[in-house]
Every structure is written in structure tokens, then in C-alpha cells.
């Protein structure tokens, strides 16, 4: 079952602007995560924030956790072209006896020169 | 370098025939996993494993099986491939964070 859900499901914007993608989530969680696909390859980790946590930075990046709402965002500053890529939202499975994330379908993410 | 390993990369093969996907991870890890992505579903797990000879179903485990003889490798077999499971396939691993690294995928189409 899909936990996340991102929105928008497309974004597009002029290089140096700031992309934001929304995140929600269903059950309770001990963490969210937030991951980056450049097209059709390996998923790679950007940035975890915990459920105690509301907003966390790195580099060009921040995300926000509202755990009342069951929802986080994401927020990259000054996009790049390198930034294009589609980005997902996961929450940890851990916390209920099982393993892995459970994904939201992504924010595919374009950034025009 | 510390990474996961897939092969093969690219499979065309055709339906009923056994095949088997390698995943292969460096790092000492105890947790591994298999997902497939689909356009429109994003990713969904088919099998876990929290340490060697422990494994159990994800979310979409039907015509998967998986083996954890050893800790650095987690092979996704399909007994008897059906074209629904025409799909991009990602190997992860995980040790004690939470954090997971990802293969880079095996595209499998069933004919």
C-alpha cells in the first residue's frame, strides 16, 4: 500500500528558483525520508527527519515535518539544472516489526535553463 | 567503494522461463530489500530480509521468491515470470540507520 503521497505529481521551473513538494502520509511514523531518481536509475538518500524533529536542513535543502497533519515538504533553494530528477517521499516500515520504506509515486521535478 | 551491486542490468525474457536477479552489497549490512518501480505506483517492496536465513513478504510479494544464505547477498528469483512483472527492479541495503542505498536497478521486460 502506498503510505506518501507527493504533490504536485509534475513541477516545473526556471533555474534559480525555489521547488517545493509536498508529502502526505498515512500511519504514524519514526522517520520520513526523502529520496532523489535521476531518471530510471538507483535511488539515492538526500535527507531523514524523525518524528520529533520539525524541520531539518542540509545544503540547499529543507524539510519540514508536521506529524498532527501527517505531512512534510521539501524545499530546495536555488534549483540548478542538476536538480532535475524525481523525488520521493518513504516512511519507515522499522517501527512495526518490519523493514524497508513504503514510498509515495514522486514529484518529477524540472528545472528550466 | 561502498555499494550494491545488481545484475543483470537489462533482461528480455520470456514467460515461464525461471529467472534469477543477483543483488550483492559491500557494506556488512544486516538489511536488505527488493523493490519494483512502476510508472504511476512508484516503488513498493517485494521482499525484505533483516539478517541471513530471515527474510518475509513486503507489499507486493506474489510470484517472488528471495534467499539469504549469505549477508552480502539477496537474490530475487521468479519462478515462472508473467509479463505483469515487466518492471524496473532496485536492490537496497541498510545497516543500523535507517538510511537505505539502492542498487541501480535491473529492467526486466517478460515477453
Known amino acids: 500500500s502506498q503510505q506518501g503521497e507527493e504533490d504536485p505529481q509534475a513541477l516545473s521551473i526556471q533555474e534559480g528558483e525555489n521547488a517545493t513538494m509536498n508529502c502526505s502520509y498515512k500511519t504514524s511514523i519514526n522517520n520520513l525520508q526523502w529520496y532523489r531518481q535521476n531518471s530510471g536509475r538507483g535511488l539515492v538518500h538526500l535527507i531523514l527527519i524523525r518524528s520529533n524533529e520539525r524541520e531539518k536542513h542540509s545544503g540547499r535543502l529543507r524539510v519540514t515535518l508536521d506529524t498532527s497533519k501527517k505531512s512534510s515538504s521539501l524545499l530546495i533553494t536555488a534549483s540548478r539544472a542538476a536538480d532535475t530528477a524525481s523525488y520521493f517521499c518513504?516512511?519507515?516500515?522499522?517501527?512495526?516489526?518490519?523493514?524497508?520504506?513504503?514510498f509515495g509515486k514522486g514529484t518529477h521535478l524540472i528545472i528550466q535553463p | 567503494e561502498a555499494q550494491v551491486t545488481q545484475n543483470p542490468r537489462y533482461l528480455i525474457t520470456v514467460t515461464g522461463k525461471k529467472l534469477t536477479v543477483t543483488c550483492s552489497q559491500n557494506m556488512n549490512h544486516e538489511y536488505m530489500s527488493w523493490y519494483r518501480q512502476d510508472p504511476g505506483l512508484g516503488l513498493r517492496q517485494i521482499y525484505y530480509?533483516?539478517?541471513?536465513?530471515?527474510?518475509d513478504k513486503g507489499d507486493v510479494p506474489e510470484g517472488y521468491k528471495v534467499s539469504r544464505k549469505e549477508k552480502r547477498n539477496f537474490p530475487l528469483i521468479l519462478e515462472s515470470p508473467s509479463p505483469n512483472q515487466t518492471s524496473l527492479y532496485f536492490c537496497?541495503?541498510?545497516?543500523?540507520?535507517?538510511?537505505?542505498?539502492f542498487g541501480p536497478g535491473t529492467r526486466l521486460l517478460v515477453l
Open positions: 537496497a541495503s541498510r545497516g543500523t540507520q535507517e538510511t537505505q542505498y
Open positions: 530480509s533483516m539478517n541471513v536465513e530471515v527474510t
Open positions: 518513504a516512511t519507515d516500515k522499522s517501527g512495526g516489526g518490519a523493514d524497508g520504506l513504503t
